[in-house]
């Protein structure tokens, strides 16, 4: 198994993954888990100097070009995980945007059974902002990802959840043009309507961007 496990992990390393988590979900329940028992972060961090240019451009540009790419490539790299998992005779479903489609995402309520940010606060990676985003004390909120959700006997890593360390930041909610944000703390079962409105996002980034620890990550990486 350790022999799988590692090259698993070596490809997935080779080809841009920068997080890799595998965590136990048997306690969640089935409406979550889908009878699965471990989960596979697979994480890309967004390169400084990409979001030095979007701290810095024209109010008016969205420029999603590289979040966009790594979304898509942490997609593929689950689709391939799973393909790897199953090929070693286990089962694995990759929780990539395609995927997703048949069943696991509600249109409706734009919620998954089981979102890619909850698997990464049970591997400890950081917390919930009021943004609704993952953040974490490397890379702010500069990471994109997916999962894979398996049963293969990987070993597993869960970390206790971190409580939210936003404090009296307001960055996010003070930022968004849309004014989605309400400035509500996450807590766990907490609804996610009453932190953000997702359904008038307008996806311009800014509340990932300029969160102060995305900046520090940006400050202490981007090349001068
Ligand atoms: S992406 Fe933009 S519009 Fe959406 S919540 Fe963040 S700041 Fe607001
Ligand atoms: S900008 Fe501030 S309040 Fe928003 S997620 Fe980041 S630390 Fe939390």
Redesign the pocket.
């Known amino acids: 198994m350790i022999v799988i496990v590692n090259t698993l992990i070596k490809s997935l390393t080779n080809h841009g993954a920068n997080i890799i988590k595998i965590i136990d979900i048997s306690e969640l329940s089935e409406a979550e888990n889908s009878g699965y028992d471990k989960a596979i972060l697979i994480g890309l961090t967004l390169s400084p100097t990409y979001l030095f240019q979007l701290t810095h451009e024209n109010d008016n540009v969205i420029d999603s070009s590289e979040f966009g790419e790594k979304e898509h490539q942490a997609d593929e790299l689950a689709e391939w995980a799973a393909d790897f998992i199953c090929s070693n005779g286990y089962k694995a479903f990759a929780q990539s945007e395609r995927n997703l489609i048949n069943g696991y995402f509600n249109n409706d309520t734009k919620a998954t059974l089981l979102p890619h940010k909850k698997i990464a606060i049970m591997a400890g990676l950081g917390w919930i902002g009021k943004?609704n985003l993952l953040v974490t004390k490397e890379y702010g909120c500069a990471v994109c990802m997916c999962t894979v959700l398996t049963n293969a006997p990987f070993p597993t890593e869960n970390k206790p959840i971190i409580m939210p360390r936003c404090k009296t930041c307001c960055v996010?909610k003070n930022?968004?043009?849309?004014q989605?944000?309400h400035g509500t703390t996450w807590e766990p079962g907490i609804n996610r309507d009453t932190m953000?409105d997702v359904y008038h996002?307008?996806?311009?980034?800014?509340?990932?961007v300029f969160c102060p620890l995305t900046q520090q990550y940006m400050k202490r990486n981007v090349v001068k």
């Open positions: 943004n996010c930022i968004c043009p849309s989605v944000i953000v996002c307008e996806g311009c980034l800014k509340c990932l």
